[in-house]
């Protein structure tokens, strides 16, 4: 059986994140073969493209870390109708110097949890735009806008019987996603 594993990359640093709740319980949904290493991004420095040549130590161990992945996971708030600045430099890093990106080809699936009732949905559109162009297959069905409920992740940390049929169908999918297009 084939090992993969998946780098989980969050798009917040709130520490009560509705998201970073999230990214904990939907990999419980996972097969066994399937291990996920949460990506620390709070400790990146600013982007500037003047320390290309010698980037700081978080950086290179974020490069590392997303190499090393066989796939992506990003659970994503919304900042603004669009992705936290967090989750941008966090990309933009682990994109440069040109023709060095960490992303090349990594298959991603994208989870969002937000307080707002129509979710996140332009937070993610922002973010499959970005993937696009740094050739990341992204998952497109089904589509993953949670709103923050009682209840969504429950008291063990697992997803809550509301919502435990659509996110393992969306695990599964995920699951059969990186399968076709890890690199
Ligand atoms: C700066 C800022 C901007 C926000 N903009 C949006 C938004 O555009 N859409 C939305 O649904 N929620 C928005 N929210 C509310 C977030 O959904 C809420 O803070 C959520 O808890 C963030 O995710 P987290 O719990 O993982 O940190 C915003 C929150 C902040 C702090």
Redesign the pocket.
């Known amino acids: 059986m084939n090992l993969y594993q998946i780098a989980v990359i ?3 640093l ?1 520490h ?5 709740q999230l990214s904990h319980a939907i990999v419980k949904l996972a097969p066994p073969n399937f291990t996920f290493k949460p990506v620390t991004i709070g400790d990146l420095p600013l982007y500037n493209q003047d320390d290309d040549a010698n980037p700081a130590e978080s950086v290179k161990r974020l490069k590392t870390e997303i190499r090393a992945a066989q796939g992506l996971i990003f659970v994503t ?6 992705i ?1 600045g967090v989750l941008k430099n966090a990309i933009d890093h682990a994109s440069r110097p040109y023709g060095e990106s960490a992303w090349d080809g990594k298959p991603a699936g994208i989870l969002s ?4 009732a ?3 949905s ?2 993610q559109q922002h973010l499959r735009n970005v993937l696009a162009y740094l050739d990341v297959p992204t998952l497109c069905q089904p589509e993953v806008f949670l709103q ?1 409920t009682e209840g969504l992740v429950d008291q063990t940390g697992s997803i809550g019987a509301d919502s435990k049929e659509f996110l393992q169908d969306w695990m599964n999918r995920y699951v059969a996603w990186v399968k076709t297009h890890a690199v």
């Open positions: 969050v798009g917040s709130r009560a994140s509705f998201n970073r708030a919304e900042y603004n109708r669009s936290p949890v937000s307080v707002g129509i979710g996140t332009l937070a923050a």
